[in-house]
């Protein structure tokens, strides 16, 4: 088939890998354009344009779809399908229209819950024990389409975002690969979302990132596994008798009580609103990763705030 590839992160790299893999003919690869860089630097292009170029596939990167120019270009592909995988830009009627079978978006998570922008990070933060991957049919509504096919997974209780969002750019690979193939055989069915349970992954601001150890413990460790790697969930330290500011990385739960943000014991273990939890990864301002007992050896650890 004749295809769009619509992505712009890491996460959209592995399908259209898998794309290119089976023999598709990828037509045009749009990642959305770099942001504009300072005096003297050039643009970084995104993990897919790069990819794109590998493959020898054009590359384009409007900064909005919205125009007649822009619209007029996409219809010239005489695609069949545009397949969408985190790129960043709302797709107009026209374009979704444009694709003789429309637009199909590999989503990561289980729709109607979590839709928008930051489905990985919000359903580990708010605990989840299940996500999923899942392939719908685009249309003007956001993440509201119908469904083709889901890939379920567990969410483990120390899982962090960057090691959900791994496992499922490359799940995700494979079923918008048997999307297609059940597309192009004429077999692929669509089921209406419901509205029911449905909830909005808003992008995550910076003001979120920094630890409440008034929260309890579980709150706590669901927001440093959900913000690790990136962000990064952080807090203030006396270090050595200097303020620090010290992203938590990785987390357990722990047994222990104290007041929230006393250290309970020489394992770095932290007591919060209710319940406590260990911090077992961490980064020091200025410094690289390194595990709970690196960090502490030769550090007076003062409060935490």
């Known amino acids: 088939m ?14 259209l890998t898998e794309i290119v893999s089976i023999g598709h003919e990828v037509v045009a690869v749009y990642p959305r354009a770099p942001p504009p860089a300072g005096r003297g630097q050039a643009e970084r292009q995104s993990p897919v344009h790069l990819s794109a170029e590998g493959f020898g596939i054009p590359v ?20 069949d399908v545009a397949v969408v995988v985190a790129y960043g830009l709302i797709l107009p009627k026209p374009v979704l229209d444009a694709p003789r079978f429309g637009c199909l978006n590999l989503h990561g998570s289980l729709l109607p819950r979590w839709r928008g922008a930051a489905p990985i990070q919000r359903a580990v933060m708010a ?14 509504g956001l993440d509201t389409g119908p469904i083709a096919l889901v890939e379920e997974m567990p969410i483990g209780p120390d899982m962090t975002a960057g090691e959900l969002h791994d496992k499922m750019m490359l799940v995700g690979a494979d079923l918008m690969g048997r999307a297609l193939a059940a597309l192009e055989r004429g077999s692929l ?18 003001a979120e990132a920094r630890i409440d150890w008034s929260r309890p413990a579980t709150d706590v460790h669901d927001l440093i596994r959900g913000l690790s790697p990136f962000p990064g969930a952080w807090f203030e330290a006396d270090l050595n008798g200097a303020p620090t500011r010290v992203k938590a990385l990785r987390s357990t739960l722990a047994s222990g009580s104290g007041a929230p943000g006393t250290l309970l014991d020489d394992q770095l273990t932290i007591a919060c609103g209710s319940g406590a ?5 961490v980064q020091r301002e200025g410094k690289g990763v390194m595990d709970a007992a690196t960090f502490l050896r030769g550090t007076r650890l003062g409060g935490l705030s």
């Open 2 to 15: 004749r295809i769009v590839f619509m992505g712009t992160p890491e996460f959209a790299v592995p399908t």
């Open 60 to 79: 384009l990167t409007p900064r909005s779809l919205k125009g007649a120019d822009a619209q007029g270009v996409f219809a010239l592909h005489d695609a």
């Open 127 to 140: 605990g989840d024990a299940r996500t999923g991957v899942m392939v719908m049919q685009m249309d003007e």
């Open 189 to 206: 069915h669509f089921t209406p979302q419901g509205d029911a349970g449905a909830t909005y992954a808003k992008k995550i601001e910076k």
């Open 277 to 281: 939890m260990r911090l077992t990864q």
